[in-house]
């Protein structure tokens, strides 16, 4: 059963790079619209003249449909192996990194269809497509571990309340943060009067700020909860809500800089690029505590297995 688990996480890492490469194509082919004369008769018996093509826009609707589908069918594959890697287990598989890598991505790939199925957003392929490469690449090939039973401390009901939370918060500011990079890059062509190819098919950069703070106006709370949670959970496994754990400090981190991020743009209206900035700093701090403190620290939280 355990080599059944590993299947379809290796199989959904590379449908994702496939996916990823579908949609470099389809940024590729908006970049530059065909030149090509073609002939058009004006009026019935009336000269033939020649006008410009208009861009192929089918190829770049084609390479968009590939890569969706592409990204929908790893999302199969990347959900099966997280619940077969829980049915052998005989556990919830949030035991250790790999286990909280691919569930966490397996929460961002379903948030990111949604959004398709919901809104066609596909503009978020290549970015998100990329994260799932790179992350789903790296817990197949890097944080694999074996099947192992639970450490005493993860056994508790609140081992299910905070990974959940964080899971879900960890989908969400990714999702926002891959919106504030792209508010950076639509904004600075705007500012040159450059907006074209893919960039021009992007909502506009006040529509991607204004996505990216309503996304972190969700994961912020649910961040919040994590911690409170851990917290309660420390408690009961080691009798304190607190004792300053490398992973604890970094969490503490995390929420400060999104603290600073809300606070920045409702009080003091930092609205665009500064706020951007802090997004994107916060998603770094977001990562190391994710992954830097399970491989660089020792702690009570280090489960990583590695």
């Known amino acids: 059963m355990s080599a059944y688990t590993s299947l379809p996480m290796v199989l959904s890492a590379v449908i994702y790079l496939l996916a990823m490469a579908a949609h470099a194509a389809e940024w590729a082919a908006a970049r530059k619209p065909e030149t090509a004369p073609v002939r058009e008769l004006v009026g019935a ?10 861009p192929a826009e089918h190829r770049v609707r084609l390479f968009g449909r590939i890569g969706v589908a592409l990204t929908a069918v790893g999302a199969i594959a990347h959900v099966a192996g997280v ?8 556990r919830l598989p949030w035991g250790n990194m790999y286990e909280f890598v691919t569930s966490s991505l397996a929460f961002a790939v379903v948030f990111y269809l949604v959004l398709v199925w919901r809104r066609g957003w596909t503009w978020l392929g290549l970015p998100v497509t990329l ?16 099947i192992a039973p639970l450490v005493p401390a993860l056994h508790s009901v609140w081992f299910i309340i905070h990974i959940v939370a964080a899971a879900v918060s960890a989908a969400a500011f990714n999702v926002a943060a ?24 992007l909502p506009k950069a006040s529509a991607l700020d204004d996505f990216s703070f309503r996304v ?39 929420w400060v800089v999104y603290a600073a991020y809300l606070h920045a743009r409702v009080t003091a209206g930092w609205k665009g690029v500064r706020a951007a900035w802090l997004a994107i700093l916060g998603v770094i701090t977001f990562w190391f505590n994710f992954v830097g403190v ?7 939280h280090s489960y990583a297995g590695i």
């Not at 000269?47 to 208009?54: F, N, Q």
């Not at 690449?137 to 694999?144: E, H, K, N, P, R």
């Not at 649910?222 to 851990?230: E, H, K, M, S």
């Open 45 to 54: 018996g009336g000269p033939v003249v020649l006008a410009p093509e208009e």
């Open 178 to 201: 891959i919106a504030a990079i792209l508010y950076l890059i639509r904004t600075r062509a705007e500012a040159r009067g450059t907006v074209s190819g893919y960039l021009a098919r």
């Open 294 to 300: 399970n491989l660089l620290t020792v702690g009570l």
């Open 131 to 146: 994260l799932l490469s790179v992350g789903q690449g790296l817990a197949v090939t890097v944080f694999y571990v074996a």
């Open 83 to 90: 619940v077969l890697r829980g049915v052998a287990a005989d």
């Open 216 to 254: 972190h106006r969700f994961a912020f709370p649910l961040w919040t909860f994590t911690i409170l949670a851990g917290a309660v959970w420390a408690d009961y496994a080691w009798g304190r809500f607190w004792g300053w754990d490398p992973k604890e400090t970094w969490s503490l981190v995390t």
